[in-house]
């Protein structure tokens, strides 16, 4: 087996497959934090719109995948998943095992992924779309030549699009219940504590703005304080409290049940997709 020959920190450049939102959200996250210069970024696009959303910021557009491919070192495949196997496919003769490949594409996995690529320095990754907004929670699987250190590349550039955790890939599909599908339970709970804010009287903007910014704070709180939820929860429902009458009909009405039933079922999903 070859072995992986360490990624120049100072100098490598980072190739995007697919210049798509997410491929964007990295790079400008990329930059923003400092972690590499707009320069030493590349992707490829036909199309004249998404190569202009990055050539605004300093990345570098090709015509073809293969000179995105041939030139950088970090290689990150950011297209559909249903469109992954064509591209690494064709790419496969410049995927050398000095590079660092990588795939943000959902339900594919590592051993399809170093098999097409005939290259197991290959990082699987599952970031959400909070990354948008530089808080993605991101999710680093690393497949069979990936060094410590090429694990280390990674954490730095998730981390600048949010926070990363490493885990094994089995545990994907669960990972896709909490975080990856877990935006839209949350964008449902603001919408329905705003719902209930109008119910009880208040305009629509105020209700969203108070319900939203209550959704952050709280979020805060669990990832700063480090006090386990429930603690939390206890600390604000006071004896005979407005809030401990909330918690009573959230319980009868099985809230937490429900999101974890929600969690399971797009786990569930997930594994009949893969
Ligand atoms: P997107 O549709 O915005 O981006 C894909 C881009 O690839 C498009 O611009 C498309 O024109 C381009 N493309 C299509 N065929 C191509 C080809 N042959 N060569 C080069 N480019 C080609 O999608 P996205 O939301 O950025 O998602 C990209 C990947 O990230 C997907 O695989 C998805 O599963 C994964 N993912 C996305 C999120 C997210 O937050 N959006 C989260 C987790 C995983």
């Not at 030139?71 to 095992?97: A, G, H, M, R, Y």
């Not at 990972?175 to 009880?200: C, K, N, R, W």
Request: charged share 20%; with cysteine.
């Amino acid at each position: 087996m070859a072995t992986s020959v360490p990624i120049p920190t100072d100098t490598f450049k980072l190739g995007f497959i697919g210049a798509g939102k997410l491929a964007e959200s990295i790079a400008r996250g990329v930059v923003k934090s400092g972690v590499l210069p707009a320069s030493r970024i590349i992707t490829a696009h036909r199309d004249s719109q998404r190569r202009d959303v990055f050539s605004s910021f300093g990345v570098k557009v090709y015509e073809h995948n293969h000179q995105v491919a041939e030139d950088c070192d970090v290689i990150i495949f950011s297209v559909k998943p249903q469109i992954v196997k064509e591209v690494v496919l064709q790419l496969k003769p410049s995927l050398t095992e000095e590079k660092l490949l990588v795939s943000i594409a959902a339900g594919i996995k590592l051993s399809d992924l170093q098999e097409w690529a005939d290259n197991t320095r290959f990082f699987r990754v599952m970031p959400n779309t909070p990354s948008a907004v530089g808080q993605a929670a991101s999710v680093i699987s690393l497949g069979g030549t990936a060094t410590e250190e090429d694990g280390l590349l990674m954490d730095s550039l998730f981390g600048s699009i949010g926070r990363t955790w490493r885990a094994n890939e089995k545990m994907f599909d669960a990972v896709t219940g909490v975080s990856g599908s877990g935006p839209a339970y949350i964008y449902m709970a603001i919408e329905a504590l705003a719902d209930g804010g109008v119910a009880a009287g208040l305009p629509r903007d105020l209700a969203e703005g108070l319900a939203a910014q209550t959704v952050l704070g709280a979020a805060t709180m669990v990832v700063n304080t480090g006090k386990h939820p429930g603690q939390l929860k206890d600390d604000v429902a006071s004896a005979g409290g407005t809030t401990i009458a909330a918690i009573h009909e959230l319980e009868k009405g099985g809230f937490r049940g429900v999101l974890m039933n929600a969690v399971v079922a797009a786990a569930n999903r997930s594994k009949e997709f893969s």
